[in-house]
Every structure is written in C-alpha cells, then in structure tokens.
C-alpha cells in the first residue's frame, strides 16, 4: 500500500465523500446536458443529427433518474454540484451553433462538441462504476454502468454520424 503524505489540518475524506462529489458532479452535468440538447437539435441542418439529439435527450432523462436511485442507496438528496468541465465543454457547443449556423460544418462541429460530452461522462461513469465496486455497492454499479452503456453507444452513434455523411458533407459543401 502506498504512504500518503497528511496534515494535522486535513480533514479525513473517504472513498465514498470522493464518489459522492462525483455523483454530484455528474448530477449537475446531466442536467445541464438536458437544458442544451433541445439547443443543439434545434440549430443542427441535418435531420438524422437533429434526430440523434432528440433520442439522447430522452435518454438523458432516464440517466438523471437513474442518479437520483444512487443518492438513495448512499442516504443522500440528489443534488448537483458546479462543475466547470461540462460548462466548458457544452460552451464550446454553444460557441459552434453561434459562429457556424448556417455553415457546411454546423453538423460536422455539433457530432465533434456532443462527443467531447459523451468522452467526459464515459470517463466519470467508468470511475464511479470502479468506486462502487470497492464501496460494496452493486446496486449502484448495475445502474452506473446502464448509464455507462447508453453513453457508449451514443458515441458510437455519433462517430457512425461523423463517417457516415455528416464530416464528408461538410467538406463538399465548402468545396
């Protein structure tokens, strides 16, 4: 086992105040998440790109219910936690609806910023997933990981979008 170095000051934090700032930190980033999609389908000009929006909302819904089931496992109220990562990543989102509306890359710009969302909640449902098994939660990890999987198969929706028409459009268009 390693040596950790401590201050007298330190508080003692565990593995589970660890996972339950992560929970909430995933809380919040879900909820933003549903307050931008409608944003995204909206200002996407594709009907498929629009329609993969739409789906990953109503699956976002799902994924905020399922949180809600962890906090009640670990005696806690849902509730978020400010996180400037999924801010910035769903401003960059926003920043291409605005400088790109109208474009041939709209779309191509829109799959790119909904796939750095995804790769940040894949990352954080992979490590809560591992923080429950160690806190003896399965109940916990089964409900993580269905989230874990729907994410999964986002990205791979949207990287299908991306090599299937959406990139290559967008370079024709421009062309």
Not at 131 to 144: D, R
Not at 157 to 169: F, H, K, M, Q, Y
């Amino acid at each position: 086992m390693a040596t950790t170095k401590k201050t007298a000051k330190t508080e003692t934090k565990s593995l589970e105040d660890l996972f339950l700032d992560g929970l909430k930190d995933l809380y919040y980033a879900e909820k933003k998440i549903l307050r931008a999609l409608p944003k995204m389908a909206k200002g996407a000009e594709s009907e498929e790109v629009t329609a993969a929006f739409e789906k990953h909302r109503a699956e976002t819904e799902g994924q905020v219910e399922r949180l809600d089931q962890v906090f009640e496992l670990f005696g806690k109220s849902a509730r978020g936690k400010t996180c400037p990562a999924i801010d910035g990543i769903l401003e960059e989102g926003s920043d291409i609806l605005e400088e790109y509306k109208g474009a041939p890359a709209l779309d191509a710009g829109l799959v790119a910023a909904a796939q750095a969302v995804e790769h940040y909640e894949i990352a954080r449902y992979g490590t809560l997933i591992a923080w429950a098994e160690q806190l003896g939660k399965p109940e916990a990890v089964e409900l993580l990981k269905a989230t874990l999987d729907e994410e999964t198969a986002t990205d791979e929706a949207l990287s299908a979008l991306g090599e299937g028409g959406v990139n290559e459009r967008a370079l024709q268009q421009a062309a």
